[in-house]
């Protein structure tokens, strides 16, 4: 199982990027996906989420600006970023986590992080 996170970059104040998290080796149609981000001395923070269902939701700081999306045939979850601002700096991961019917298990996978930097 892997996540390949990408898409971060520089960009200005009031610009937009889409990050991209490819899945393979599992399939993402039927588990919940959200991106986080982890910011320079500061936890890391949920910012958005995608149900097996496709119901979102959002930080607070991000609504409005943020949309997450998936791709079920690419096994690929979205997460576009408009209207940027220089305190969404920070390193944004993706994470699936779910529970096995089966074994009752919990699996938990991060993807690598891609750096967004958002100038003044």
């Known amino acids: 199982v892997q996540l390949q996170a990408s898409g971060g970059g520089l960009v200005q104040a009031g610009g937009s990027l889409r990050l991209s998290c490819a899945a393979s080796g599992l399939l993402l149609s039927n588990k919940d996906t959200g991106w986080y981000r982890q910011a320079p001395g500061k936890q890391r923070e949920l910012v958005a989420i995608?149900?097996?269902?496709?119901?979102?939701s959002y930080a607070d700081s991000v609504k409005g600006r943020f949309a997450i999306s998936r791709d079920n045939a690419k096994s690929t979850v979205y997460l576009q970023m408009n209207a940027l601002k220089p305190e969404d700096t920070a390193v944004y991961y993706c994470?699936?986590?779910?529970?096995?019917?089966?074994?009752?298990?919990?699996?938990?996978?991060w993807g690598q992080g891609t750096l967004v930097t958002v100038s003044s």
């Open positions: 994470n699936v986590a779910w529970t096995s019917s089966l074994s009752g298990n919990r699996y938990n996978y």
């Open positions: 995608i149900t097996s269902g496709g119901d979102t």
